[in-house]
């Protein structure tokens, strides 16, 4: 079994930043890519950012240059830090897990993190 635990203070100020974590753990074998969606109230769950086990990275365009994903392999850790905060990034934040076999590929969700952004 996989889990994801997300952690990250979720109040911030509006302009402010944030930095989220998500640890995996359990019988993952091998890490394809995380990421990390949102989902606000009354929209769709989107995608915010992802990182492949390479390294290779995707952003929406909502947050690019001033969201930013990485992670460390060896702790099986994602991290999204995210600068210069608007009032439309206030959602449940969301971390993904991509593992297993490429052919046939599995995922996990987090529980959420709510972020709120204060003006």
């Known amino acids: 079994q996989v889990q994801l635990v997300e952690s990250g203070l979720g109040l911030v100020q509006l302009g402010g930043s944030l930095r989220l974590s998500c640890v995996a753990s359990g019988n993952i074998f091998s890490i394809l890519a995380m990421g990390w969606y949102r989902q606000a109230p009354g929209k769709q769950r989107e995608l915010v950012a992802s990182?492949?086990?390479?390294?290779?990275?995707d952003y929406a365009d909502s947050v690019k240059g001033r969201f930013t994903i990485s992670s460390d392999n060896a702790k099986n850790t994602v991290y999204l830090q995210m600068n210069s905060l608007k009032p439309e990034d206030a959602a449940v934040y969301y971390c993904?897990?991509?593992?297993?076999?490429?052919?046939?590929?599995?995922?996990?969700w987090g529980q959420g993190t709510q972020v709120t952004v204060s003006s």
């Open positions: 993904k897990l991509n593992y297993g076999a490429t052919i046939l590929p599995l995922s996990a």
């Open positions: 990182i492949t086990s390479g390294g290779s990275k």
